[in-house]
């Protein structure tokens, strides 16, 4: 086994050796890749090509960079949540020592070495703070050791798209331009079809927020239980519902270093609302027993790990005006419930 010297690239590529195929695979084939419009052809290809053929090594060896980080995101989705949890107030910047204990605890409550891969992996290909650390654990720990890259001939069939010649080009472009002709007819008084207005952009997302799993329990929302006082007052079916936004949100108790302050600005999940208030899930930085991963906070550009607190708060404001980061899609939402 070689160290982990290499670029992050490379350490991902071997990282997915090291994870069983069994676990990339079954990972791989409950996932809809379709025709996604939200998934860029440089990551759907490969891991449509991965679902046919089941070659994780030609895979981990040739596919673009972009489609190994997004399938590392997937693999490392949940086990990544529990080595937040376990890290708890060190989760934005660990030293070695403690995301150490942190793999130790996890392993002892039941994550695989897979899992463990994937995590440390994923942190060194997104360049976490915690990266020299993983690579340390890489190198340090023998169960982590990770494999070489196999040498692999990329073939006609392999991920990147094959050359036509041009003349060939010429003569379907052609052929094309007539069978429209004849299709058209010989009169030009026909009235031209309606065509379908384009919609606005979608908020951008990472491609792993485009996969979709082949689950129907983790595509349909579920529904959140609210006090009748709640819902006297609220709609949670309105439409900012499952939408993140930057509120002022009060403080439950006062801060004797700043007692002057009162709230403090913050990202919070709207839950309900309704035309002159929220009812919100405030998000914050730090880890607390009340709290869970917010496990969007990356595809929706949030510079580090959050965290949605169960408490509800209600908030008066103008939701007309209100700064949105961006919509939980339902796998998302159901993950907070």
Same mark, same amino acid.
Request: neutral net charge; glycine residues 4%; charged residues 30%.
């Given at each position: 086994?070689?160290?982990?010297?290499?670029?992050?690239?490379?350490?991902?590529?071997?990282?997915?050796?090291?994870?069983?195929?069994? %676990?990339?695979?079954?990972?791989?084939?409950?996932?809809?890749?379709?025709?996604?419009?939200?998934?860029?052809?440089?990551?759907?290809?490969?891991?449509?090509?991965?679902?046919?053929? +089941?070659?994780?090594?030609?895979?981990?060896?040739?596919?673009? @960079?972009?489609?190994? %980080?997004?399938?590392?995101?997937?693999? /490392?989705?949940?086990?990544?949540?529990?080595?937040?949890?376990?890290?708890?107030?060190?989760?934005?910047?660990?030293?070695?020592?403690?995301?150490?204990?942190? !793999? =130790?605890?996890?392993?002892?409550?039941?994550?695989?070495?897979?899992?463990?891969? /994937?995590?440390?992996?994923?942190? @060194?290909?997104?360049?976490?703070?915690?990266?020299? +650390? #993983?690579?340390?654990? *890489?190198?340090?720990?023998?169960?982590?050791?990770?494999?070489?890259?196999?040498?692999?001939?990329?073939?006609? %069939?392999?991920?990147?798209?094959?050359?036509? =010649?041009?003349?060939?080009?010429?003569? $379907?472009?052609?052929? &094309?331009?007539?069978?429209?002709?004849?299709?058209?007819?010989?009169?030009?008084?026909?009235?031209?079809?309606?065509?379908?207005?384009?919609?606005?952009?979608? %908020? $951008?997302?990472?491609?792993?927020?485009?996969?979709?799993?082949?689950?129907?329990?983790?595509? $349909? &929302?579920?529904?959140?239980? *609210?006090?009748?006082?709640?819902?006297?007052?609220?709609?949670?079916? +309105?439409?900012?519902?499952?939408? !993140?936004? @930057?509120?002022?949100?009060? *403080?439950?108790?006062?801060?004797?270093?700043?007692?002057?302050?009162?709230?403090?600005?913050?990202?919070?999940?709207?839950?309900?609302?309704?035309?002159?208030?929220?009812?919100?899930?405030?998000?914050?930085?730090?880890?607390?027993?009340?709290?869970?991963?917010?496990?969007?906070?990356?595809?929706?550009?949030?510079?580090?790990? #959050?965290?949605?607190?169960?408490? &509800?708060?209600?908030?008066?404001?103008?939701?007309?005006?209100?700064? &949105?980061?961006?919509?939980?899609?339902?796998?998302?939402?159901?993950?907070?419930?």
């Amino acid at each position: 086994m070689a160290p982990t010297t290499g670029n992050a690239a490379e350490i991902s590529r071997r990282a997915l050796l090291k994870i069983s195929e069994t %676990t990339i695979l079954t990972t791989v084939d409950g996932l809809d890749l379709r025709g996604h419009a939200k998934i860029s052809a440089v990551v759907g290809i490969p891991l449509r090509n991965l679902q046919q053929h +089941h070659d994780v090594a030609t895979f981990a060896a040739t596919a673009p @960079i972009a489609a190994v %980080t997004a399938l590392l995101e997937l693999l /490392a989705m949940a086990p990544l949540e529990k080595v937040i949890v376990a890290l708890g107030e060190h989760a934005d910047t660990p030293n070695f020592e403690q995301l150490s204990a942190a !793999i =130790d605890d996890v392993r002892r409550d039941g994550s695989s070495v897979d899992d463990v891969a /994937a995590v440390l992996a994923f942190a @060194i290909a997104e360049e976490f703070p915690a990266a020299p +650390h #993983c690579r340390r654990l *890489f190198d340090e720990r023998d169960y982590l050791a990770l494999p070489e890259l196999p040498d692999v001939v990329v073939t006609p %069939t392999s991920f990147a798209p094959k050359e036509t =010649d041009p003349e060939i080009k010429e003569q $379907r472009r052609r052929r &094309r331009e007539e069978e429209k002709k004849r299709k058209r007819g010989p009169t030009s008084s026909r009235p031209p079809r309606p065509t379908k207005a384009k919609s606005a952009p979608k %908020t $951008r997302g990472t491609p792993l927020g485009a996969l979709k799993v082949n689950d129907e329990s983790t595509e $349909r &929302r579920r529904p959140m239980i *609210f006090t009748p006082a709640e819902l006297a007052r609220f709609d949670p079916e +309105h439409a900012l519902a499952g939408v !993140i936004v @930057i509120v002022e949100v009060p *403080f439950d108790a006062m801060d004797p270093a700043t007692p002057e302050m009162k709230s403090k600005e913050r990202p919070a999940l709207v839950v309900a609302a309704n035309a002159d208030a929220l009812l919100v899930q405030p998000i914050y930085s730090s880890a607390a027993p009340t709290r869970k991963v917010l496990q969007a906070w990356r595809r929706l550009g949030l510079d580090h790990v #959050c965290y949605v607190d169960d408490v &509800r708060v209600a908030l008066s404001v103008a939701t007309e005006s209100l700064e &949105r980061v961006g919509r939980l899609n339902d796998q998302e939402w159901n993950a907070q419930l």
